[in-house]
């Protein structure tokens, strides 16, 4: 079975703090992805990305960036994070674009931005 | 550009009940469609896909049909449980992939004895 480990379950950080969020799959797929989940608007795509070294931007990029160095990690990195930052945030991979390869998603980090 | 509109949650129901969650989309061309599920404390979960027009989805008793004519992939499901309470999220894909969804807002499902 496929394994999406996100690093932590709750994470509480101030204001203008640099915050990482880490996230690991065990399937050598090739596509991982970030969104953030908030009450009554869904999911919303952060950054994806479709290979090593590579990235693209989702539909709310804005006050976040990403870094996969290896294949199985992918890190969402918030600069100096914001009170509007405070969100659940979930990461997924998957194997290849295809229909017969859908979304495996973590189990979400509750970030707290004071 | 794309969107998924969702019924308005939460819907509560009482055991062996009929379910139906509304989903309607706009899309260009001809999207993927999902209704993904996530249980209490959990990561959201495939549960059922359709990838062309009048294509069933179904498992584990849900189903929705991929009805182009009115845009729409309502989930259903004959009889539901108690443990089939959850949050569903319909979403859309562009046509020939799985991923980079677009997400509805989500319906949360209370089932009870």
């Known amino acids: 079975d496929v394994k999406v480990t996100q690093s932590s379950r709750y994470l509480v950080k101030r204001t203008g703090e640099k915050v990482f969020l880490e996230c690991v799959q065990d399937?050598?797929?090739?596509?991982m992805f970030w969104y953030r989940q908030d009450p009554g608007l869904g999911l919303r795509l952060i950054y994806f990305s479709y290979d090593v070294k590579m990235k693209e931007k989702g539909d709310i990029p804005e006050g976040y960036s990403v870094s996969r160095e290896k294949k199985e990690r992918f890190s969402l990195i918030l600069e100096s994070a914001s009170t509007n930052q405070t969100s659940m945030y979930l990461c997924?991979?998957?194997?290849?674009?295809?229909?017969?390869?859908?979304?495996?998603f973590g189990n979400g980090t509750r970030l707290t931005v004071t | 550009g794309n969107s998924v509109t969702q019924m308005e949650g939460p819907v509560t129901l009482s055991e062996e009940a009929f379910l139906t969650i509304n989903c309607t989309y706009t899309a260009t061309g001809y999207p993927s469609l999902f209704w993904y599920v996530q249980y209490p404390g959990e990561g959201l979960q495939l549960l059922l896909k359709a990838t062309k027009a009048d294509d069933k989805g179904s498992n584990k008793g849900f189903e929705a049909t991929y009805r182009k004519e009115t845009t729409s992939f309502h989930l259903e499901k004959g009889s539901v449980q108690v443990s089939d309470s959850a949050v569903y999220f319909c979403?859309?894909?562009?046509?020939?992939?799985?991923?980079?969804?677009?997400f509805g807002t989500g319906t949360r499902l209370q089932v009870t004895l």
């Open positions: 997924a991979s998957s194997r290849d674009t295809g229909t017969n390869s859908p979304l495996h």
């Open positions: 399937m050598d797929h090739e596509n």
């Open positions: 979403a859309l894909s562009e046509p020939g992939t799985a991923s980079k969804l677009t």
